[in-house]
């Protein structure tokens, strides 16, 4: 800790022990000069002990305060900073360094026996549970980095190198030696067994916490509650894990809640998952991964911004060569009640899975579906999830729900409902849907595809759906791109268009919350693999970068797929080209919010009324219905939609009406 300690004087040894302390050497007990040896009762000194200041007092819940001391307690290998209090410990503390300001009581052992990696290093067997896709945990794991080791496994050299940088980390925070930080807070617990406890942590009630770093910061403090067992854990700054959950080789992001008797193994969870009452075995869950039933199960899969409905259930196992299936749902994806899929399957974003899917559906060229069952089958309704008024909650949702305060982030999430990786999977969504008109004829009553089946309806529905959404993402990107140009002329409107880097052409990727052109994710890849990037906080800065860059890349690739859609050519498009592209805009974004308003609407019908005005007549039904839920028109949701329509009316007509002028 750096600081000054000297010896005990022969009078001070007398006092410690005329007030019931003891030590085999006090030659090896070290205190800070001016501390009060008064508040220091019935302690058993062994090995090197340091004693800060025992200065000042502690607020204890109901007004009670407790003047700093240490008393009650065994200590061995033991240094303790300023104004602390320690007392009635069961059974010892050794081999730990202690901060200032903090306050240990009524816990059993707290201890390091040995060399420790403190969950710094350890394997988890993500994805598939008999192994192949392990992730090595370390402090400052990204969902990103995470995405490398678990599902690059065709780049064997990518993965063994990072698994060397990690591992060279986890050797730098090894030791024999534990730390509990300044102002944390350890009461009522159990065995405490090879651990890190940063600052402002509060550990109240744990019942068994074993090799594990609890990552607390000053700004994002971790909590964890009564009855709390773990082992082989990291959690990370903004956390709580509470109310009997029990954590097995689990890594726990930032800002995330895990509660209600929650069960995980071999699992990850990254910013701002909630997960409460169910269980987790070998999950990759990326940010916002949601789940609130105690029936639900999530098992050996990927995820992110996902909301598990009650009842939801995968299998990993058909009983042949044991649990190694996988399965993936892509970001937004989401489960009904009662959902039920065997794995392996890939369900394409934002997409939701209602009844039980056997046939090991691949859906992720048609982002934004319904998957249902229907007599056994699944059916696929493509895009149809795009007017539903819940995607669009859920898209604003989440930005307001992200409670990560510490100002180092480990994960780059973007929260964008329409980018360069979802409007990619629609315009392969659009080609394959027109390959099944063509190959089976326009008049088919069922199309079959990746083991689902369409109707002519959904599908003809489908490409209008999608259509207005890439004209809803491209018309953005151009009025984005040309906001505060008022033009003379054609060429200075082509002159701002033109892109400012060529990074963003071709294929983008999710990595589990950063979305990237996949030329940025291949090169990174590329200078991990030489040894160009050999440190864990250099990899963290490459996906920052690619985070912060993103709308730069955005345009790279929004513009060349303007020029392909509308048939354009980047020296001849004029003013009246994207007034062209403004009209079309204009009337998707209508035309969506119109749908998402209708669907909004049904929120607010009679029969969605049942259950209200009990004992009374159908005007008291309603009363009470808006009594509690309030007036469609004012809505806050419904009013969000009323407001977007008016002001992208009135920004593409504002645009027009800047280009006229020269579009004659």
């Not at 005329?18 to 062994?46: K, M, P, Y």
């Not at 080789?249 to 997960?275: D, K, M, P, T, W």
């Not at 992208?648 to 645009?655: E, H, P, S, Y």
Request: include cysteine.
């Amino acid at each position: 800790m750096g600081k000054e300690y000297r010896k005990l004087a022969s009078g001070e040894i007398v006092l410690l022990q005329s007030q019931g302390c003891q030590s085999a050497q006090w030659e090896h007990v070290s205190v800070a000069d001016g501390i009060d040896l008064r508040q220091v009762v019935n302690v058993t000194f062994s090995g090197d002990v340091k004693l800060g200041l025992l200065d000042g007092y502690f607020d204890m819940p109901g007004g009670l305060r407790r003047h700093c001391g240490v008393r009650n307690a065994v200590l061995h290998n033991v240094e303790v900073g300023d104004n602390c209090l320690i007392e009635n410990i069961r059974g010892h503390i050794a081999n730990y360094r202690i901060g200032h300001d903090t306050h240990i009581c009524n816990i059993g052992i707290l201890a390091v026996d040995g060399e420790c990696c403190f969950g710094n290093g350890i394997d988890v067997a993500v994805l598939n549970e008999t192994g192949g896709r392990e992730v090595m945990m370390h402090d400052c794991l990204s969902a990103h980095q995470a995405y490398f080791m678990a599902l690059y496994r065709h780049r064997p050299r990518l993965v063994q190198n990072m698994r060397k940088i990690i591992g060279e980390y986890a050797r730098q925070v090894s030791g024999t030696v534990g730390t509990v930080g300044s102002h944390v807070v350890i009461a009522d617990c159990g065995e405490l067994r090879g651990l890190r406890i940063g600052d402002y942590s509060s550990i109240v009630g744990a019942g068994k916490l074993v090799n594990g770093s609890i990552n607390s910061v000053r700004e994002a403090p971790v909590y964890v509650g009564r009855n709390v067992i773990c082992e082989d854990f990291i959690i990370s700054s903004g956390s709580s894990v509470t109310d009997g959950a029990m954590l097995s080789r689990c890594f726990v992001g930032q800002a995330c809640v895990i509660g209600h008797g929650y069960s995980a193994s071999e699992s990850l969870f990254f910013g701002n998952c909630q997960e409460e009452n169910g269980e987790a075995c070998a999950v990759f869950a990326g940010p916002f991964t949601v789940t609130h039933h105690k029936s639900t199960l999530l098992i050996a899969s990927q995820f992110s911004f996902m909301n598990a409905g009650s009842g939801s259930n995968q299998s990993n196992h058909m009983y042949k060569l044991g649990p190694i299936h996988q399965g993936a749902m892509e970001r937004g994806a989401k489960t009904s009640s009662n959902s039920y899929i065997l794995w392996p399957a890939r369900i394409g974003a934002f997409s939701l899975v209602m009844g039980r899917h056997t046939d090991h559906p691949d859906t992720s060229d048609l982002p934004f579906s319904y998957l249902i069952e229907h007599e056994n089958m699944t059916y696929l309704y493509p895009a149809i999830n795009l007017r539903s008024v819940g995607t669009i909650r859920d898209a604003r949702k989440w930005p307001m729900r992200d409670k990560r305060t510490d100002p180092h982030r480990l994960d780059q999430i973007n929260y964008n409902l329409l980018s360069p990786y979802t409007i990619q999977k629609m315009i392969n969504g659009c080609r394959i849907l027109k390959n099944l008109q063509r190959l089976a004829g326009e008049t088919s009553v069922v199309y079959s595809y990746q083991s689902t089946r369409i109707k002519n309806s959904s599908l003809v529905r489908g490409l209008e759906l999608y259509d207005m959404a890439i004209n809803k993402f491209l018309g953005n990107s151009i009025i984005k791109r040309l906001e505060g140009l008022v033009p003379a002329s054609n060429e200075e409107i082509r002159r701002r268009l033109k892109p400012d880097t060529n990074v963003g052409l071709g294929d983008w990727c999710d990595l589990s919350g950063l979305i990237a052109p996949k030329s940025e994710v291949l090169r990174l890849i590329d200078d991990i693999e030489r040894g160009d990037v050999a440190t864990v906080d250099e990899m963290h800065d490459r996906f920052a970068e690619m985070h912060g860059r993103y709308y730069e890349y955005e345009w790279t690739w929004a513009f060349d797929k303007i020029l392909w859609y509308y048939g354009l050519e980047p020296g001849k498009i004029t003013a009246a080209d994207v007034i062209d592209i403004v009209e079309r805009w204009k009337r998707a974004v209508v035309g969506i919010d119109n749908l998402v308003y209708n669907d909004a609407k049904k929120e607010f019908s009679l029969s969605s009324m049942t259950g209200f005005g009990v004992d009374g007549d159908r005007a008291q039904q309603v009363e009470d219905f808006e009594q509690v839920r309030g007036v469609f028109e004012r809505d806050p949701s419904v009013q969000s939609i009323l407001d977007h329509i008016k002001a992208k009316t009135t920004l593409g007509d504002t645009l027009i009406t800047t280009l006229q002028p020269i579009s004659r």
